[in-house]
């Protein structure tokens, strides 16, 4: 017999391995032009809490800030930052998303709803509410472990 720690160590398990290949198929649908993780992280950070410094960055992603500062040097070559001196301190320099950063950003989440949207259409309606409550069930596993 299996005990109640058990059970939710199987469910713990096939939940992080089902939600792991659905990430992937979410990423797949929407091309970040080839962006690493940490990249992406960077794009993320500076969309929800605006312009930043390096050091900001690597403080926020628990890095070096000449680690930040490499990953800052490749997104700006890329197009995707642009920096701005500070004005109180010319020796700072804040750095944010180029306008076609974020359209690339819109796009990229569009196709993924989209693409997710098409696929949650296909189950029956029966499906469809047990996965509204599975979501609801991730969203209260997922508060819980905000506290």
């Known amino acids: 017999m299996t005990s109640k ?9 096939a939940m992080r391995a089902r939600l792991g290949k659905l990430k992937r198929k979410l990423r797949e649908q929407a091309s970040v032009a080839d962006l690493t993780p940490s990249q992406t992280a960077v794009l993320l950070h500076l969309e929800k809490q605006g312009p930043a410094t390096v050091s900001s960055l690597a403080r926020a992603e628990g890095m070096r800030p000449q680690s930040m500062g490499a990953i800052i040097a490749e997104l700006e070559r890329a197009g995707h930052v642009r920096g701005t001196p500070d004005r109180n301190d010319r020796r700072q320099t804040f750095w944010s998303l180029t306008d076609g950063c974020r359209e690339m950003i819109r796009t ?14 296909t189950l029956t309606p029966k499906d469809q509410d047990l996965l509204a409550a599975a979501v609801e069930l991730i969203a209260r596993i997922a508060e819980e472990g905000q506290t």
């Open 108 to 121: 990229g989440r569009a196709a993924r709803q989209d693409w997710l949207a098409r696929r949650i259409a």
């Open 5 to 13: 720690l058990d059970r939710a160590a199987a469910l713990a398990e």
